[in-house]
């Protein structure tokens, strides 16, 4: 499986960007997908994940409220919408994918910066 995050940039606090995650390959499989964030000098944190099937959706209390996670299964990809941004959301964004049955996610995006201008 392959996954390519896009839709980084640069947005002003209180903006919006919408970030995309395709995933290719053996994805018959497939039981979820999530978005983390690794900010610098931080470790890696959970932003939100989906189920695949019932598409049953999970947020960081950080997030809920702002961010929207959706996916077209039809297109294998994955989507973060990220609406009302504050500084402390720049990070780098990574896509994952979790087969059904494993107890962690196997396969992860290269990132996608974004940026938040105060």
């Known amino acids: 499986v392959q996954l390519q995050a896009s839709g980084g940039g640069l947005a002003q606090t209180g903006g919006s960007l919408r970030l995309s995650c395709a995933a290719s390959g053996r994805t018959a499989t497939t039981g979820r997908m999530g978005w983390f964030r690794q900010a610098p000098g931080k470790e890696r944190e959970f932003v939100a994940s989906?189920?695949?099937?019932?598409?049953?959706?999970y947020y960081a209390d950080s997030v809920k409220g702002r961010f929207t996670i959706s996916r077209d299964n039809a297109k294998n990809t994955m989507f973060l919408q990220m609406s009302s941004l504050k500084p402390e959301d720049t990070a780098v964004y990574y896509c994952?994918?979790?087969?059904?049955?494993?107890?962690?996610?196997?396969?992860w995006g290269q990132g996608t910066q974004v940026t938040v201008s105060s």
């Open positions: 994952a994918l979790l087969r059904r049955g494993d107890p962690k996610y196997d396969f």
């Open positions: 989906i189920t695949w099937g019932a598409g049953t959706t």
